[in-house]
């Protein structure tokens, strides 16, 4: 008997996840895909040797403590080193209580999903934007709404728009920094705007920040939450793409009362996070030479999303139009209208490379002729081997038609 | 502002989790509470050693891979090994696609409850039976029906009075072995029966076999899945009790379909379990001596809970009862008629005692009088000295009155 039920039939493998699931098989077979597909960081930089020599100091320090049964919350050495990290974002008005620790940023999402949205509620997002959140918004029920963007985000015009028109939106969610996909990054006037539409309309901001340290010049931006007066700013971190992502550590940061709601969900939920991944993204963030391996991956993925842009410009076809990032790990790349990135997919896994097709990305259908090319995960070498050879499959593609 | 939802404001802090939670409060003020509440597994005998190696094994072998973005169905390999550890509980007829592998049991719970709870759902559990899976199907919208237990574990015919009078069971909910709270464990007749029972009335089974190993006579019994020829069963399994919790290890066995729709929802969620945690449970149950590990834990909570059986015979008040366990980590105790377990628990912790209220496992609003004790997380002098302690205080509490 296969089990069943409204909520559970309607959902399908995650659009990307059900990529990088095929990547695997082939994988398994011997076969090695370039994949420009998932937003994979780079595994040769994970900090190996220091959270090896973490590991055995927490068992040193701790014994078997490290590996009981712990608080709902989170590891509170953890959230209170949070406070200080979240002063890189300019985020100041914090306490540790402020803060729920949760199994990567994913949870947070799932379990505001769960929080927040009702029958009927509307979630306004960018367009495009990061499939993964849309999947899980839909799946708890919300209609999802795009805001067309320009080279300063989210454009706030057409987002009053929208809160104008939609009276039940459970929140707005935003990727401020080098969002994905497209890489951009919202304004500071645009932040302090978004916060005063949140307050006007009575709604939330999700702030979804993963890609945020991943700066090519260095300059970190102030998040939405650091001009957050009226407690409307849900604020989600991550160490997925700054450490690793297997560790499964983010946090949410909202006010005190809200965290303990959401506290009562994770009791249901999982009852708590993996103990020694809390310690170890602790301690290396308090012990270690964080900042320096920071920029290590940060002038690595500077370097190789360079390697990209010259490769796509060299060989993509004439009028292909890309967003230059000045961060993070995506690039979004719009080819001519009448390309269909959805329909080549397959002749191009066959050679075995892979993207994300636009539309994956886009609320409204649109996207058909975009792809999201990921530029973390290969290495230099690899992307200017294998981007003229996308490059020739795509104009090929256009001459068969 | 506090986000808020109909959802979300139903949500209490957790019975159980809600006292622990106070216990650390205590012991961040430098005070001890000797607690006979929470199911603490005894730190003491974590393989901490072990799983050292482990971690450097791992390293050694994937370096960053071990920590990267992986699948959401689980490691492989350690699905592998589990369809080869599931013989232990004559579960044959399997293989890794029919697991899940979650972050903790209570995380396969929560699955189920979203994917199976329905508007009007009934769950039907053992009376009484773990809050925290209680919690969690209320939650996500279930009304509870409790069955009562006699010492054959569920009274097969009052479960099928309830399936004839509900027609909206999402399914049937039960720790055959060991039970919590009441260290009961179910007949193999009735384990056979309950299969036929389901499959009569269209229904699923949940068996949540966290205590199983935890057998004093070192006897295993088979499991419900083992006789499960309609697929009616879904099996939960763990290792927080005879490894250790903060792992956060745990896993569904189901038909390779509904394993499918699940882990579209794990992609929701939380997209996958802690890497490296997979592999050292897979590490630790292949490489190390699991079976000799498992033998001086269960004869170390042997001798606790005899030391607590004669304990509670002791100091506690004529007429009191209790079902002596045949392993798990718990002891049911009722008190005489008259007694209120929850009343008295504030003076009882005010002296640095806790145990768990009978009435937090009861769906009816019964055990008034009884409570639950854990055996596995106080030594043995420590159950000796405080039993006695807890027996007085119930009797001055009884003479008060």
């Known amino acids: 008997m296969v089990i069943s039920s409204e909520f559970l039939d309607a959902l399908a493998p995650s659009s990307i996840?059900?990529?990088?699931?095929?990547?695997?098989?082939?994988?398994?077979?011997?076969?090695?895909?370039?994949?420009?597909?998932?937003?994979?960081?780079s595994k040769e930089f994970f900090p190996v040797e220091d959270i090896r020599k973490i590991n055995n100091q927490i068992f040193d320090e701790e014994g078997g403590e490290a590996i009981q049964y712990a608080a709902s919350d989170g590891y509170d050495p953890l959230r209170q080193y949070l406070v200080e990290f979240m002063k890189r974002y300019q985020v100041t008005d914090i306490n540790y209580k402020n803060i729920l620790i949760t199994s990567g940023a994913q949870q947070g999402l799932a379990y505001l999903s769960k929080g927040l949205i009702q029958k009927?509620?509307?979630?306004?997002?960018?367009?495009?934007?990061?499939?993964?959140?849309?999947?899980?918004?839909?799946?708890y029920g919300a209609e999802i709404v795009g805001v067309d963007m320009d080279d300063d985000g989210m454009r706030m015009d057409a987002l009053e728009e929208l809160l104008q028109k939609y009276?039940?939106?459970?929140?707005?969610?935003?990727i401020a920094d080098f969002q994905n996909p497209t890489g951009r990054s919202m304004s500071v006037g645009r932040r302090k705007q978004i916060v005063e539409l949140a307050e006007k309309h009575d709604t939330f901001i999700v702030e979804d920040g993963p890609?945020?340290?991943?700066?090519?010049?260095?300059?970190?931006m102030p998040a939405i939450k650091s001009f957050d007066r009226y407690g409307r700013v849900i604020y989600s971190g991550s160490t997925s793409k700054t450490i690793a992502p297997g560790l499964r550590i983010g946090?949410?940061?909202?006010?005190?009362?809200?965290?303990?709601?959401?506290?009562?969900?994770?009791?249901?939920?999982?009852?708590?996070?993996?103990?020694?991944?809390?310690?170890?993204?602790?301690?290396?963030?308090?012990?270690?030479?964080?900042?320096?391996?920071?920029?290590?991956?940060?002038?690595?993925?500077?370097?190789?999303?360079?390697?990209m842009i010259a490769g796509v410009r060299a060989s993509f076809p004439q009028g292909t139009k890309i967003v230059v990032p000045g961060g993070g790990l995506f690039m979004w790349v719009e080819l001519p209208e009448g390309f269909d990135t959805l329909e080549m997919f397959d002749e191009v896994f066959q050679k075995n490379i892979a993207y994300v097709p636009g539309t994956?990305?886009?609320?409204?259908?649109?996207?058909?002729?975009?792809?999201?090319?990921?530029?973390?995960?290969?290495d230099e070498e690899t992307i200017k081997r294998a981007i003229p050879i996308l490059g020739e499959m795509i104009c090929q593609y256009q001459q068969k038609k």
């Open 17 to 41: 996840r059900g990529i990088t699931a095929k990547i695997r098989e082939k994988a398994k077979s011997g076969v090695q895909v370039v994949s420009f597909a998932g937003g994979l960081p």
């Open 211 to 220: 890609y945020s340290l991943i700066s090519f010049s260095g300059e970190i």
């Open 167 to 174: 009276d039940k939106v459970a929140f707005i969610y935003t």
């Open 360 to 378: 994956f990305f886009c609320s409204d259908g649109g996207g058909k002729n975009a792809m999201r090319l990921n530029f973390s995960s290969a």
């Open 251 to 307: 946090w949410l940061i909202a006010d005190e009362e809200s965290i303990t709601k959401l506290v009562y969900l994770k009791m249901r939920d999982d009852l708590q996070v993996n103990n020694m991944a809390q310690r170890q993204v602790y301690h290396y963030l308090k012990d270690c030479e964080f900042d320096e391996h920071l920029k290590t991956v940060t002038d690595a993925y500077y370097r190789r999303c360079q390697a």
């Open 120 to 139: 009927g509620s509307v979630v306004i997002v960018e367009n495009p934007s990061y499939p993964g959140a849309l999947d899980t918004f839909r799946a």
